[in-house]
């Protein structure tokens, strides 16, 4: 089993900066790919950024690309996502996930990820 916390959320104003956390522990040995998910109020989740964790290939949405850093501490079992430039439209509960295979071309595909954080806020104001 593996359990996965989330932290470093908050409230920020646009153009703003925040890091978020999220702490893996359990069986961290049979995972290859971790993520960040976020839900906006009234919307579905959708895929922010993905890494594998073995080669360190890193995939990101188009809404966050050029602004959000997805990056991952072995030592610690951490993974990070540096979130710069926020805009309004950031404003959403943030979620990590993690599953055992090879993040693909499908790598915002909630289905492949069997295990979730509980979520951590991040409220962007204009």
């Known amino acids: 089993q593996l359990v996965l916390v989330e932290s470093g959320g908050g409230s920020v104003q646009a153009g703003g900066s925040l890091r978020l956390s999220c702490a893996a522990s359990g069986s961290i040995y049979s995972i290859r790919c971790m993520g960040w998910f976020r839900q906006a109020p009234g919307k579905e989740r959708e895929g922010v950024a993905a890494?594998?964790?073995?080669?360190?290939?890193?995939y990101y949405s188009d809404s966050v690309k050029g602004r959000f850093t997805i990056s991952q501490d072995n030592a610690k079992n951490t993974l990070y996502l540096q979130m710069n430039s926020l805009k309004p439209e950031d404003t959403a509960m943030y979620y990590c996930?993690?599953?055992?295979?090879?993040?693909?071309?499908?790598?915002?595909?909630?289905?492949?990820?069997?295990?979730w954080g509980q979520g951590t806020q991040v409220t962007v104001s204009s």
């Open positions: 996930a993690a599953h055992s295979f090879w993040c693909g071309g499908d790598w915002y595909r909630q289905s492949d990820f069997p295990y």
């Open positions: 890494i594998y964790t073995e080669g360190s290939s890193t």
